[in-house]
């Protein structure tokens, strides 16, 4: 009997590339077998001959067609996929990890945290999020980059403000003429939303050190420990909780996470790095 290869990618092909800012780009997969994840889980994506890097998934997890990944160019493996073009093929393999436990979120209001790049986790969330919006009361989303051109998904953000029950207030770090919003880190908005803390939940995803400060001031917020919810990220290379690269006290993130409450990571030795 001939044993499964756990660390086989499935072949997919990249059928379309969407430039979101002058580092990030959208890449369009179709597997060549039927692929579904849960909002929050990642993948690893392997380049021939190149290497391979984990991202977690920035599309709808109710589409098994077709997946999206979007992706910063900020090292070897991503430089080689910011070169790549439609009709190539990139390696998948997963879904791993624990994503987002959205039962807990039914009546409650959704408070989501994102900077960056941490935003294409959380498309994939808020996709989910609209699905199940009649089981919640509200979602709310503060959203920071550097600048105007930094912002992501932006004809994403335009639907968003017309979808019933969900709200999107955006910052920027450094504006420019264009900008019409909010100037600061994205902690900023969280001075001006109305939210019910006490009957809500809350998600932040996205630079280590802004998700620091982010949940700093959620604690001051009121938000108790287990109602914020952490998307980590660590060195995940096998996915599997084999190589512990991605040990974190005594958690795995590739396979306890990514997605945890702050109470239970808060005492594991350096989260925020």
Request: hydrophobic content about 35%; overall charge neutral.
């Amino acid at each position: 009997m001939q044993e499964l290869n756990i660390y086989k990618p499935i072949r997919a092909k990249l059928i379309k590339i969407i430039d979101e800012s002058p580092l990030i780009k959208t890449f369009v997969l179709v597997p060549e077998v039927e692929f579904s994840f849960k909002t929050g889980q990642f993948i690893e994506v392997t380049v021939e001959n190149v290497g391979e890097a984990p991202f977690t998934p920035s599309s709808s997890p109710l589409e098994t067609k077709q997946l999206e990944i979007t992706v910063m160019k900020a090292g070897y493996v991503t430089d080689a996929m910011h070169k790549m073009e439609v009709g190539q093929y990139m390696g998948i393999r997963g879904p791993y990890g624990r994503g987002y436990p959205l039962e807990a979120f039914y009546d409650k209001e959704v408070l989501i945290v994102g900077g960056g790049c941490g935003f294409a986790p959380i498309r994939s969330l808020l996709y989910n999020l609209k699905a199940i919006s009649d089981k919640l009361r509200k979602v709310t989303l503060c959203y920071g980059s550097k600048t105007p051109g930094d912002c992501i998904y932006k004809p994403y953000i335009t639907e968003l403000r017309e979808t019933p029950k969900f709200e999107v207030y955006r910052s920027v770090d450094k504006t420019d003429e264009s900008w019409q919003e909010k100037v600061g880190v994205v902690t900023v908005l969280l001075d001006e939303i109305e939210i019910d803390v006490a009957n809500s939940v809350t998600v932040v995803c996205g630079p280590p050190i802004m998700m620091k400060f982010a949940t700093k001031k959620l604690l001051e917020m009121g938000y108790p420990e287990d109602k914020i919810y952490l998307s980590m990220e660590k060195n995940m290379s096998c996915g599997v909780g084999k190589c512990g690269h991605c040990a974190m006290g005594h958690y795995f993130v590739c396979k306890d996470g990514p997605v945890f409450t702050y109470d239970q990571i808060k005492n594991s030795p350096n989260i925020w790095m």
